[in-house]
């Protein structure tokens, strides 16, 4: 007996589209098996995105070592009526024995470049469609909006108060990593801390001080708990008057050598009350208790604080930041562009996609900041595609790089901390109008010439396919 | 070894903000554990909405079922050194002992109504909030996402296609269970049609027909190994010759006594497509040919072109129900409403809360059709609150029931199928005023007289406790 939430290591397989396995299974009776490259790519920005954040390929990439359809699996597909019993047999042997190129987690990338590519025999590659889309997309678009934070936070500290808004549980494990990737000091969530190694951060809740009879009885219990954690909510009644409170408990701690933390604001005018708090707190003396506020944060009002200059020195981020609210879910795709080692693709109304496998090159400039990116065929060379830069980079560097090799790793898992690194050199070499929260500029991105000619050949033999 | 994506039971306990922890461990430290009572609730409707449709609480139920620390649990939360070992002896012998009231999943609601009531000895109380909320939130939001496409469907198929734009492996399941309860037909997800018993449905990928040479090859490959499933997938080149196509399959296959069963359009202008579709299929015989519509379809969207008679018999919703795109966090709370037999309240800027155990009071006129709601304290009966109502109704319902006692079910499981009436015969009671997707008015929900007294009395208390 197991509860709703779990998931299996087997059911993962599950997770699918029907289609993806009657396909398959049509693909198998019908000899088609030989080796295919499917690739995801972001189809368009999101609105108000300058740039995108790489996240959640380590995900996947452990649960495609994983892959397999256990006995459970097999009979439940079984129970469907739908498939023949030699396919059956043939899924229940089947593992992930296919490469994945990527860009690595924390690498910043703009719509329509290649994000991660799948190299497998055709039916593997079709059959971990769904859920590749289903992990890389909601990584990669928390990690924007983490990431769109912490550009206009100014140093000031982050934490992830997301976990109570996050759409089920997967999704705020994804939203707790994707943001300490991003920048984040923290999250709340304690089982993220647990899977991530992410430091972990807690105030106190507004039932803490409702179940006591007096604020100020609230708060002395809770300090005298958890001094080393002592961020007192003083917003449960009055907020001023919790202030006046928290001080008064501050000093009678004080004399016993004991300090208090911090205090968080929770509603209000974040910015007029952080100023009166930061008053009250000063004239007390405690000019080193922090202030930290939530709410109804997200990047627009986290500017909108910082750039008023208000006395705040970390936030809490919840519910926008763990749906990102404002672009939930993002166009992926994920294409099949070669089959047979010649290209695919499709020509649908507003859908055309770009055949072939293909590498992301990444132009640097002197001063270190990257200006441009190429979308090129997978063996053309940096020093060649160089040149097709304007001006001549002082760098070009290739972005994708192997991940899984025939279903296993050929270099260790790379550690959220050289992700988060990455990012952070990343958005250091991201001129300012790409990383602008509002109205940012569109990063030049473009096909090499033998890329476009390619484009224009297999678009040839596209339109031959409905004779 | 296991991956990412699982979540055992026993991890479950620690999908949970960190101060749920501490604030609990200075609860026990300073002996507050008496009976409290939780109420979960939402403060505003979401922006368009006119009605919300609860969903989630079985799963939350399932997750308290089987609440525990086990000792990998405790070994982390000891690892973080903040806890002593008196509290953490505490939680690994504690279950979810409390009891559960809730209005039954597929009940209609609206904001500032008592959902769920969680009534334990406190520190069980605030340990689950995080967990609560997490699954109650999204599985109500996609809910109601989901009911939004039904009313302005018209009869027509819904299925779920979402799993690959859902926030996670949880969220697919919570939006394929929840789009189902709210009258979908089925769902593309597998691993949710095992869990739940819910229809799969499935058509075919671009890659199927992208992976053979001839477009036409590759409907009639479909066809021989799924007749019986047999969704010809037309956009992939230009639709209208895909059409042509398929009708050319199809004509070969009706020699043979098979039946092609319909043809999906997935982009371009759906209404013109539709028409231009149904005019080849009909001069070819296929009168009997289903046509499926999907991409970028939400209810707004579903609305025009049923409003326009578009000739579609389906509509496959992915992204914009997967995450309930504009409306993808709700404003759920849970708020301490009694602790010791005294009601609790906070008085924070725009975030009030009210104090006191209740109970859901809903009016029905003689038509069937309900229109007003009470909120009224627990032990209220529903005979004495009928006289508050305007008219007098014709019957007045209590919604909340209890669904755990003493942290065990008294009742079996309720199916999903019943909610899926229940939500069905509460649609049909709910005036098109309250049910339309754009503008819809407010419906009427107060307090009893006796609830708002107890709100004065208990909000005096509460200016004292800053004293």
Chains 1, 2 share one sequence.
């Not at 189809?43 to 790489?54: K, S």
């Not at 990593?177 to 984040?184: K, V």
């Amino acid at each position: 007996m197991t509860i709703d939430l779990r998931l299996d290591p087997a059911e993962v397989a599950l997770l699918t589209d029907l289609y993806e396995l009657t396909v398959s299974a049509a693909f198998f009776e019908h000899g088609f098996n030989d080796t295919a490259s499917f690739e995801v790519a972001m189809r368009r920005m999101p609105p108000g995105r300058g740039f995108m954040v790489a996240a959640g390929i380590e995900r996947l990439a452990e649960a495609l070592e994983e892959y397999r359809f256990d006995a459970a699996a097999i009979g439940h597909l079984e129970s469907l009526q739908l498939f023949k019993p030699d396919f059956l047999e043939f899924l229940s042997k089947l593992r992930f024995t296919g490469s994945i190129r990527a860009i690595p987690e924390g690498t910043i990338y703009f719509a329509g470049e290649p994000i991660v590519e799948i190299r497998a025999p055709l039916i593997e590659g079709q059959l971990i469609e769904t859920l590749a889309l289903n992990q890389l997309g909601f990584a990669s678009i928390v990690a924007t909006k983490a990431a769109r934070c912490f550009v206009v936070a100014g140093g000031r500290r982050l934490v992830d108060f997301g976990p109570r808004r996050a759409q089920g549980a997967d999704a705020a494990l994804i939203a707790a990593r994707s943001s300490y990737l991003a920048g984040f000091h923290g999250t709340a969530n304690v089982l993220a801390g647990k899977r991530y190694g992410i430091p972990v951060f807690g105030t106190m809740s507004h039932s803490f001080v409702m179940a006591h009879e007096r604020e100020r009885d609230a708060f002395s219990d809770f300090v005298s708990s958890f001094p080393a954690l002592s961020t007192l909510l003083v917003d449960t009644y009055d907020t001023v008057h919790g202030v006046e409170n928290a001080a008064a408990v501050g000093a009678k701690f004080r004399e016993a050598g004991v300090k208090i933390q911090g205090v968080r604001l929770d509603s209000g005018d974040l910015h007029e009350l952080s100023r009166k708090t930061r008053r009250i707190l000063d004239q007390a003396g405690f000019g080193d208790i922090a202030i930290v506020a939530s709410g109804n944060l997200d990047e627009y009002r986290i500017a909108e604080l910082t750039d008023a200059d208000a006395p705040i020195d970390a936030f809490g981020v919840g519910a926008a930041l763990a749906v990102s609210d404002d672009a939930p879910a993002a166009d992926f795709t994920y294409q099949l562009v070669d089959y047979k080692d010649h290209g695919r693709l499709k020509t649908s109304a507003g859908k055309i996609s770009t055949p072939g496998r293909k590498q992301l090159f990444r132009a640097y400039a002197p001063s270190g900041s990257f200006f441009a990116d190429l979308i090129g065929i997978v063996d053309e060379g940096a020093t060649t595609v160089a040149r097709e830069f304007k001006p001549i980079p002082a760098k070009t560097v290739q972005l994708m790089e192997t991940v899984l090799d025939k279903g296993r790793r050929i270099m260790p898992r790379p550690t959220l901390a050289a992700a988060r690194e990455r990012l952070m050199n990343g958005l250091t070499a991201l001129d300012a109008r790409y990383k602008t929260i509002r109205r940012p500029a569109e990063f030049p991105v473009r096909q090499t010439a033998a890329l476009g000619a390619l484009v224009i050949s297999e678009k040839l033999r596209a339109d031959k396919r409905q004779d």
